[in-house]
Protein backbone atom coordinates (compact mmCIF):
# COMPACT_ATOMS: atom_id res chain seq x y z
CA UNK A 1 0.00 0.00 0.00
CA UNK A 2 1.04 3.45 -0.83
CA UNK A 3 0.64 6.43 1.05
CA UNK A 4 -0.68 9.61 -1.22
CA UNK A 5 2.72 10.89 -0.92
CA UNK A 6 4.38 8.26 -2.43
CA UNK A 7 2.08 8.00 -5.36
CA UNK A 8 1.65 11.55 -6.26
CA UNK A 9 5.71 11.09 -6.19
CA UNK A 10 5.45 8.36 -8.65
CA UNK A 11 3.02 10.14 -10.76
CA UNK A 12 5.06 12.91 -10.85
CA UNK A 13 8.81 11.01 -11.57
CA UNK A 14 8.40 11.09 -15.14
CA UNK A 15 7.88 14.86 -15.25
CA UNK A 16 10.91 15.08 -12.51
CA UNK A 17 13.40 12.71 -14.40
CA UNK A 18 12.57 15.13 -17.66
CA UNK A 19 13.13 18.48 -16.33
CA UNK A 20 16.39 17.37 -14.66
CA UNK A 21 17.60 16.02 -17.35
CA UNK A 22 16.48 18.40 -19.51
CA UNK A 23 18.33 21.44 -16.94
CA UNK A 24 21.35 19.10 -16.55
CA UNK A 25 22.29 18.83 -20.30
CA UNK A 26 21.49 22.47 -20.85
CA UNK A 27 23.76 23.40 -18.39
CA UNK A 28 26.61 20.96 -19.71
CA UNK A 29 26.33 22.71 -23.12
CA UNK A 30 26.52 26.19 -21.12
CA UNK A 31 29.72 25.34 -19.24
CA UNK A 32 31.67 22.45 -21.81
CA UNK A 33 32.93 25.12 -24.24
CA UNK A 34 34.70 26.87 -21.20
CA UNK A 35 35.77 23.57 -20.12
CA UNK A 36 37.65 22.28 -23.64
CA UNK A 37 38.91 25.71 -24.36
CA UNK A 38 40.44 26.37 -20.55
CA UNK A 39 42.39 22.91 -21.07
CA UNK A 40 43.73 23.52 -24.81
CA UNK A 41 46.31 25.99 -26.20
CA UNK A 42 44.65 27.80 -29.54
CA UNK A 43 46.67 28.42 -32.56
CA UNK A 44 46.61 28.55 -35.96
CA UNK A 45 43.80 27.50 -37.86
CA UNK A 46 41.54 26.55 -34.71
CA UNK A 47 42.46 30.18 -33.74
CA UNK A 48 40.99 31.43 -36.37
CA UNK A 49 37.99 29.46 -36.77
CA UNK A 50 37.22 30.61 -32.49
CA UNK A 51 37.93 34.07 -33.72
CA UNK A 52 35.15 33.74 -36.49
CA UNK A 53 32.53 32.44 -34.36
CA UNK A 54 31.11 35.25 -32.50
CA UNK A 55 30.37 36.97 -35.91
CA UNK A 56 29.05 33.72 -37.57
CA UNK A 57 26.62 32.72 -34.58
CA UNK A 58 25.23 36.35 -34.51
CA UNK A 59 25.14 36.61 -38.24
CA UNK A 60 23.30 32.79 -38.57
CA UNK A 61 20.96 33.77 -35.65
CA UNK A 62 19.62 37.19 -37.89
CA UNK A 63 19.71 35.75 -41.37
CA UNK A 64 16.32 33.34 -41.40
CA UNK A 65 14.46 36.28 -40.08
CA UNK A 66 16.64 39.10 -42.04
CA UNK A 67 16.88 37.61 -45.53
CA UNK A 68 14.24 35.09 -45.72
CA UNK A 69 10.75 36.92 -43.75
CA UNK A 70 10.01 39.31 -46.28
CA UNK A 71 11.06 42.97 -47.60
CA UNK A 72 10.09 44.40 -44.29
CA UNK A 73 11.88 42.60 -42.47
CA UNK A 74 14.92 42.97 -44.65
CA UNK A 75 14.35 46.81 -44.84
CA UNK A 76 14.06 46.78 -40.95
CA UNK A 77 17.26 44.73 -40.64
CA UNK A 78 19.21 47.55 -43.25
CA UNK A 79 17.50 49.88 -41.29
CA UNK A 80 18.50 48.84 -37.69
CA UNK A 81 22.08 48.24 -38.85
CA UNK A 82 22.48 51.76 -40.14
CA UNK A 83 20.90 53.20 -36.53
CA UNK A 84 23.38 50.85 -34.57
CA UNK A 85 26.44 52.03 -36.76
CA UNK A 86 25.91 55.72 -36.70
CA UNK A 87 24.93 55.94 -33.14
CA UNK A 88 26.38 52.77 -31.35
CA UNK A 89 22.96 52.87 -29.22
CA UNK A 90 21.56 49.32 -28.55
CA UNK A 91 17.98 50.56 -27.29
CA UNK A 92 17.62 53.18 -29.85
CA UNK A 93 18.69 50.24 -32.77
CA UNK A 94 16.15 48.19 -31.55
CA UNK A 95 13.07 50.77 -31.71
CA UNK A 96 14.01 51.50 -34.66
CA UNK A 97 14.01 48.20 -36.30
CA UNK A 98 10.69 47.40 -34.62
CA UNK A 99 9.21 50.64 -35.44
CA UNK A 100 10.41 50.02 -39.39
CA UNK A 101 9.33 46.21 -39.65
CA UNK A 102 5.53 48.03 -37.89
CA UNK A 103 5.11 50.67 -40.87
CA UNK A 104 6.17 48.57 -43.82
CA UNK A 105 3.75 45.50 -42.45
CA UNK A 106 1.56 48.23 -41.99
CA UNK A 107 2.49 49.50 -45.58
CA UNK A 108 2.83 46.00 -47.15
CA UNK A 109 -0.53 44.69 -45.85
CA UNK B 1 49.29 28.16 -12.93
CA UNK B 2 47.21 30.93 -13.22
CA UNK B 3 49.17 33.95 -11.17
CA UNK B 4 47.03 36.64 -9.73
CA UNK B 5 47.79 39.69 -12.29
CA UNK B 6 45.77 37.53 -14.71
CA UNK B 7 42.76 37.62 -13.03
CA UNK B 8 40.26 40.43 -14.22
CA UNK B 9 37.78 42.29 -12.08
CA UNK B 10 34.37 40.51 -10.66
CA UNK B 11 32.36 43.11 -9.37
CA UNK B 12 29.29 44.72 -8.43
CA UNK B 13 29.19 47.58 -10.74
CA UNK B 14 29.92 45.36 -13.77
CA UNK B 15 26.71 42.75 -12.36
CA UNK B 16 24.84 46.14 -11.94
CA UNK B 17 26.04 47.26 -15.48
CA UNK B 18 25.37 43.50 -17.22
CA UNK B 19 21.63 44.20 -15.38
CA UNK B 20 20.63 47.37 -16.50
CA UNK B 21 22.49 46.93 -20.28
CA UNK B 22 19.83 44.02 -20.61
CA UNK B 23 16.61 45.66 -19.36
CA UNK B 24 15.19 46.33 -23.41
CA UNK B 25 16.02 43.03 -24.43
CA UNK B 26 14.62 41.32 -21.36
CA UNK B 27 11.61 43.25 -21.87
CA UNK B 28 11.40 41.50 -25.38
CA UNK B 29 12.02 38.06 -23.76
CA UNK B 30 9.44 38.40 -21.03
CA UNK B 31 6.53 39.03 -24.14
CA UNK B 32 7.73 35.21 -25.19
CA UNK B 33 7.32 34.38 -21.54
CA UNK B 34 4.18 35.13 -20.83
CA UNK B 35 3.86 33.11 -24.34
CA UNK B 36 5.63 30.15 -22.87
CA UNK B 37 3.30 30.37 -19.19
CA UNK B 38 0.44 30.27 -21.41
CA UNK B 39 1.02 27.78 -23.81
CA UNK B 40 2.35 25.60 -20.79
CA UNK B 41 -1.02 25.78 -18.88
CA UNK B 42 -3.17 24.68 -22.52
CA UNK B 43 -0.47 21.72 -22.36
CA UNK B 44 -1.66 20.68 -19.07
CA UNK B 45 1.61 21.37 -17.30
CA UNK B 46 1.49 22.56 -13.42
CA UNK B 47 2.50 25.91 -11.94
CA UNK B 48 5.37 23.70 -10.29
CA UNK B 49 6.37 21.75 -13.81
CA UNK B 50 6.24 25.13 -15.92
CA UNK B 51 8.54 27.22 -13.45
CA UNK B 52 10.72 24.28 -12.26
CA UNK B 53 11.49 24.57 -16.07
CA UNK B 54 12.29 27.98 -16.09
CA UNK B 55 13.82 27.78 -12.79
CA UNK B 56 16.40 24.97 -13.56
CA UNK B 57 16.40 24.75 -17.58
CA UNK B 58 16.44 28.50 -17.96
CA UNK B 59 16.21 27.98 -21.94
CA UNK B 60 13.56 29.65 -23.96
CA UNK B 61 13.61 28.16 -27.23
CA UNK B 62 13.99 24.26 -25.50
CA UNK B 63 11.06 25.06 -23.69
CA UNK B 64 9.11 25.94 -26.04
CA UNK B 65 10.12 22.90 -28.12
CA UNK B 66 9.77 20.73 -25.10
CA UNK B 67 5.94 21.89 -24.89
CA UNK B 68 5.77 20.48 -28.50
CA UNK B 69 6.59 16.80 -27.03
CA UNK B 70 4.92 17.30 -23.70
CA UNK B 71 2.40 14.72 -23.68
CA UNK B 72 0.24 11.73 -21.08
CA UNK B 73 3.19 9.46 -21.46
CA UNK B 74 5.96 11.50 -21.15
CA UNK B 75 8.69 10.69 -23.60
CA UNK B 76 11.69 11.58 -21.23
CA UNK B 77 14.82 10.90 -23.49
CA UNK B 78 13.76 12.57 -26.53
CA UNK B 79 12.58 15.64 -24.12
CA UNK B 80 15.75 14.91 -23.02
CA UNK B 81 17.94 14.96 -26.32
CA UNK B 82 16.30 17.44 -28.10
CA UNK B 83 17.13 19.72 -25.53
CA UNK B 84 20.50 18.67 -25.56
CA UNK B 85 20.58 19.16 -29.54
CA UNK B 86 18.70 23.04 -29.79
CA UNK B 87 21.61 24.03 -26.61
CA UNK B 88 24.79 22.43 -28.27
CA UNK B 89 24.87 26.31 -29.90
CA UNK B 90 26.14 27.23 -26.48
CA UNK B 91 29.12 25.21 -26.12
CA UNK B 92 30.41 27.67 -28.64
CA UNK B 93 28.96 30.80 -27.35
CA UNK B 94 30.89 30.00 -24.08
CA UNK B 95 34.00 29.08 -26.36
CA UNK B 96 33.86 32.57 -27.68
CA UNK B 97 33.75 33.70 -23.92
CA UNK B 98 36.47 32.02 -22.73
CA UNK B 99 39.00 34.86 -23.45
CA UNK B 100 37.60 36.20 -20.62
CA UNK B 101 35.91 33.44 -18.25
CA UNK B 102 39.38 32.18 -17.96
CA UNK B 103 40.85 34.92 -16.42
CA UNK B 104 37.92 34.20 -13.86
CA UNK B 105 37.93 32.21 -10.50
CA UNK B 106 36.37 29.12 -11.82
CA UNK B 107 32.89 29.44 -9.50
CA UNK B 108 32.75 32.77 -10.72
CA UNK B 109 32.70 31.86 -14.79
CA UNK B 110 30.72 28.17 -13.84
CA UNK B 111 28.49 29.84 -12.26
CA UNK B 112 27.88 32.97 -14.54
CA UNK B 113 27.45 30.34 -17.60
CA UNK B 114 24.21 28.74 -16.16
CA UNK B 115 22.66 32.13 -16.70
CA UNK B 116 24.34 32.28 -19.89
CA UNK B 117 21.26 32.68 -23.04
CA UNK B 118 22.32 33.95 -26.53
CA UNK B 119 20.80 37.50 -25.32
CA UNK B 120 23.50 37.77 -22.73
CA UNK B 121 25.77 35.98 -24.41
CA UNK B 122 25.84 38.74 -27.70
CA UNK B 123 25.45 41.84 -25.08
CA UNK B 124 28.30 40.54 -23.10
CA UNK B 125 31.09 39.44 -26.22
CA UNK B 126 29.45 43.25 -27.26
CA UNK B 127 30.80 44.88 -24.37
CA UNK B 128 34.28 42.72 -24.12
CA UNK B 129 35.15 43.62 -27.54
CA UNK B 130 34.00 47.15 -26.57
CA UNK B 131 36.39 47.12 -23.51
CA UNK B 132 39.61 45.79 -25.95
CA UNK B 133 38.71 48.63 -28.69
CA UNK B 134 38.80 51.45 -25.68
CA UNK B 135 41.43 50.09 -23.80
CA UNK B 136 38.77 49.34 -20.72
CA UNK B 137 39.47 46.95 -17.82
CA UNK B 138 36.71 44.02 -18.47
CA UNK B 139 34.26 43.19 -15.75
CA UNK B 140 33.55 39.28 -15.76
CA UNK B 141 30.38 40.19 -13.60
CA UNK B 142 28.75 41.56 -16.59
CA UNK B 143 27.71 38.10 -18.37
CA UNK B 144 26.16 37.24 -14.50
CA UNK B 145 24.30 40.93 -14.26
CA UNK B 146 22.99 40.15 -18.16
CA UNK B 147 22.27 36.97 -17.25
CA UNK B 148 19.98 37.40 -14.28
CA UNK B 149 18.04 40.19 -15.86
CA UNK B 150 17.03 37.90 -18.13
CA UNK B 151 16.44 35.28 -15.45
CA UNK B 152 13.78 37.38 -13.51
CA UNK B 153 12.20 38.42 -16.26
CA UNK B 154 11.91 35.20 -17.87
CA UNK B 155 10.89 33.08 -14.29
CA UNK B 156 8.20 36.05 -13.42
CA UNK B 157 6.80 36.68 -17.34
CA UNK B 158 6.22 32.99 -17.33
CA UNK B 159 4.56 32.88 -14.13
CA UNK B 160 2.26 35.35 -15.13
CA UNK B 161 1.42 33.88 -18.21
CA UNK B 162 0.39 30.58 -16.24
CA UNK B 163 -1.89 32.16 -13.47
CA UNK B 164 -2.98 35.39 -15.30
CA UNK B 165 -2.79 35.76 -18.63
CA UNK B 166 -6.20 34.22 -20.40
CA UNK B 167 -4.89 34.79 -24.14
CA UNK B 168 -2.56 36.60 -25.63
CA UNK B 169 -2.11 38.53 -28.81
CA UNK B 170 0.20 37.40 -31.41
CA UNK B 171 4.08 39.42 -30.91
CA UNK B 172 4.64 39.99 -34.24
CA UNK B 173 1.23 42.12 -34.31
CA UNK B 174 3.11 44.64 -32.41
CA UNK B 175 6.67 44.14 -34.68
CA UNK B 176 7.90 42.16 -31.57
CA UNK B 177 8.78 39.44 -32.87
CA UNK B 178 11.60 41.35 -34.89
CA UNK B 179 12.97 43.00 -31.57
CA UNK B 180 15.39 39.89 -31.21
CA UNK B 181 16.52 40.06 -34.73
CA UNK B 182 16.82 44.20 -34.56
CA UNK B 183 19.41 43.14 -30.99
CA UNK B 184 21.48 40.63 -32.56
CA UNK B 185 21.95 42.85 -36.06
CA UNK B 186 22.40 45.48 -33.95
CA UNK B 187 25.28 43.90 -31.85
CA UNK B 188 26.94 42.31 -35.26
CA UNK B 189 27.37 45.34 -36.26
CA UNK B 190 29.05 46.46 -32.80
CA UNK B 191 31.52 43.57 -33.98
CA UNK B 192 32.89 45.79 -36.62
CA UNK B 193 33.81 43.62 -38.95
CA UNK B 194 36.96 43.64 -40.98
CA UNK B 195 37.46 42.89 -44.88
CA UNK B 196 38.83 39.23 -43.46
CA UNK B 197 35.73 38.39 -41.95
CA UNK B 198 33.41 38.94 -45.18
CA UNK B 199 33.83 35.89 -46.40
CA UNK B 200 33.06 33.35 -42.73
CA UNK B 201 29.99 36.14 -42.34
CA UNK B 202 29.17 35.18 -46.10
CA UNK B 203 29.22 31.34 -45.52
CA UNK B 204 27.35 31.56 -42.13
CA UNK B 205 24.81 33.02 -43.25
CA UNK B 206 24.48 31.28 -46.67
CA UNK B 207 24.57 28.28 -44.33
CA UNK B 208 21.73 29.58 -41.98
CA UNK B 209 19.45 30.41 -44.71
CA UNK B 210 20.11 26.98 -46.50
CA UNK B 211 19.57 25.11 -42.71
CA UNK B 212 16.35 26.97 -41.39
CA UNK B 213 14.35 26.15 -44.33
CA UNK B 214 15.76 22.07 -44.03
CA UNK B 215 16.67 21.39 -40.85
CA UNK B 216 14.14 21.65 -37.46
CA UNK B 217 14.94 24.15 -34.31
CA UNK B 218 17.81 25.64 -33.87
CA UNK B 219 19.86 23.68 -35.76
CA UNK B 220 20.69 26.35 -38.19
CA UNK B 221 22.43 28.54 -36.18
CA UNK B 222 25.04 25.76 -34.81
CA UNK B 223 25.55 24.99 -38.76
CA UNK B 224 26.00 28.14 -39.84
CA UNK B 225 28.27 29.20 -37.08
CA UNK B 226 30.27 25.93 -37.78
CA UNK B 227 30.51 26.88 -41.60
CA UNK B 228 31.62 30.36 -41.00
CA UNK B 229 34.29 29.34 -38.67
CA UNK B 230 35.71 26.57 -41.29
CA UNK B 231 35.40 29.41 -43.89
CA UNK B 232 37.80 31.21 -41.71
CA UNK B 233 40.24 28.40 -40.44
CA UNK B 234 40.35 26.99 -44.11
CA UNK B 235 39.90 30.66 -46.01
CA UNK B 236 43.09 32.28 -47.17
CA UNK B 237 45.48 33.74 -43.69
CA UNK B 238 44.65 37.47 -42.62
CA UNK B 239 47.67 39.59 -42.91
CA UNK B 240 48.09 41.06 -40.08
CA UNK B 241 48.07 43.85 -39.03
CA UNK B 242 46.03 45.47 -41.80
CA UNK B 243 49.18 46.90 -44.13
CA UNK B 244 48.17 50.10 -46.39
CA UNK B 245 50.70 50.11 -49.70
CA UNK B 246 54.16 50.68 -48.22
CA UNK B 247 54.85 54.29 -48.99
CA UNK B 248 58.34 54.67 -51.14
CA UNK B 249 61.06 55.90 -48.81
CA UNK B 250 62.74 59.28 -50.20
CA UNK B 251 65.24 58.97 -52.06
CA UNK B 252 64.97 55.15 -52.29
CA UNK B 253 63.05 55.75 -55.81
CA UNK B 254 64.83 53.60 -58.63
CA UNK B 255 64.73 54.15 -62.02
CA UNK B 256 63.76 50.94 -64.20
CA UNK B 257 67.10 50.43 -66.22
Not at chain 1, 27 to 45: D, E, H, N, Q
Not at chain 1, 61 to 75: Q, Y
Not at chain 2, 110 to 118: A, R
Request: with cysteine; hydrophobic share 55%.
Amino acid sequence: MSTPDASFLAASLPSILTIGGMALVTYLTRAAGLAVMSRITVSGRLERFMKAIPGAILASIVAPSALAAGPAEALATLATALVAWRSSNLPLAMAAGVAVVLAMRFALG
Amino acid sequence: MRTHSDLIRFSLPGLLAGFRNCLPVALGVAVYGVLFGLLARQKGLSLVETQSMSLFVFAGASQLIALDLWSRDLPVLSLILTTLIVNLRHVLMGAALSPWLTRLKSNQAFGSLFFMTDESWALTLGRMVEDKRLAREPDGAFLLGSGLCVYVFWNLSTTLGHVLVRGLDDPAKYGLDFAFTAVFTALLVGLKPRRQDILPLLAATATALVCARLLPGKWYILAGAVAGGLAAALGPVPTSPPTSPPAPAPGSTTRQP
